[in-house]
């Protein structure tokens, strides 16, 4: 025997092997795709659904992040409406107004907030100010959070603010 004798069963096989593979693969826009044939399932290799169960997987994520950015600029909205009604309750405070009149400051600041839920605190008392002394405003109120989107963080966080201005 010789040598060609050899190599002619595996080059055979080979030949067997790409021919069976030439069978089995289905072109698709010049493309390759493999059939794998088991059983009574056909499995072909394509990508006609990868967008979609990339897109639902990344779509949850999505949503978590922007209603988080929409709660968090609510949160800070408010943060800074209680923060600018503590300012001027503090400055009409420092000019004279009594306890009712710089409630009523603080209230007409917020408007969009509910005015029931507005703790506000002015130390020290009405007849107590005297001129050339400080005066301080505190202003809190309660925002509820949405739980189904941050089930880890309290319910409702307390949001503070607090303005000291010298008494005139």
Same mark, same amino acid.
């Given at each position: 025997?010789? &040598?060609?004798?050899?190599?002619?069963?595996?080059? !055979?096989?080979?030949?067997?092997?790409? #021919?069976?593979?030439?069978?089995?693969?289905?072109?698709?826009?010049?493309?390759?795709?493999?059939?794998?044939?088991? =059983?009574?399932?056909? /499995?072909?290799?394509?990508?006609?659904? +990868?967008?979609?169960? &990339? *897109?639902?997987?990344?779509?949850?994520?999505?949503? /978590? /992040?922007?209603?988080?950015?929409?709660? *968090? =600029?609510?949160?800070?909205?408010?943060?800074?409406? @209680?923060?600018?009604?503590?300012?001027?309750?503090?400055?009409?405070?420092?000019?004279?107004?009594?306890?009712?009149?710089?409630?009523?400051?603080?209230?007409?600041?917020?408007?969009?907030?509910?005015?029931? +839920? /507005?703790? @506000?605190?002015?130390?020290? !008392?009405?007849? &107590?100010? @005297?001129?050339?002394?400080?005066?301080?405003?505190?202003?809190?109120?309660?925002?509820?959070?949405?739980?189904?989107? *941050?089930?880890?963080?309290?319910?409702?966080?307390?949001?503070?603010? #607090?303005?000291?201005?010298?008494? &005139?």
């Amino acid at each position: 025997m010789g &040598e060609s004798d050899c190599n002619r069963p595996a080059f !055979a096989r080979i030949v067997r092997a790409k #021919q069976t593979f030439d069978s089995l693969c289905v072109r698709h826009h010049g493309r390759c795709s493999l059939v794998v044939r088991n =059983g009574f399932h056909t /499995l072909i290799r394509s990508e006609k659904g +990868q967008a979609l169960v &990339e *897109f639902a997987l990344v779509i949850p994520l999505f949503l /978590l /992040l922007l209603f988080g950015v929409f709660d *968090f =600029g609510r949160i800070m909205w408010n943060e800074l409406t @209680i923060s600018a009604a503590s300012r001027d309750a503090a400055r009409y405070a420092s000019l004279g107004a009594t306890d009712t009149q710089i409630d009523a400051v603080v209230v007409s600041d917020c408007p969009f907030l509910i005015p029931s +839920q /507005l703790a @506000i605190s002015v130390s020290p !008392a009405s007849g &107590e100010r @005297i001129p050339g002394n400080p005066v301080t405003v505190t202003v809190s109120y309660p925002v509820a959070i949405d739980p189904f989107l *941050f089930t880890f963080l309290p319910a409702k966080i307390n949001l503070t603010a #607090q303005t000291t201005m010298r008494m &005139e």
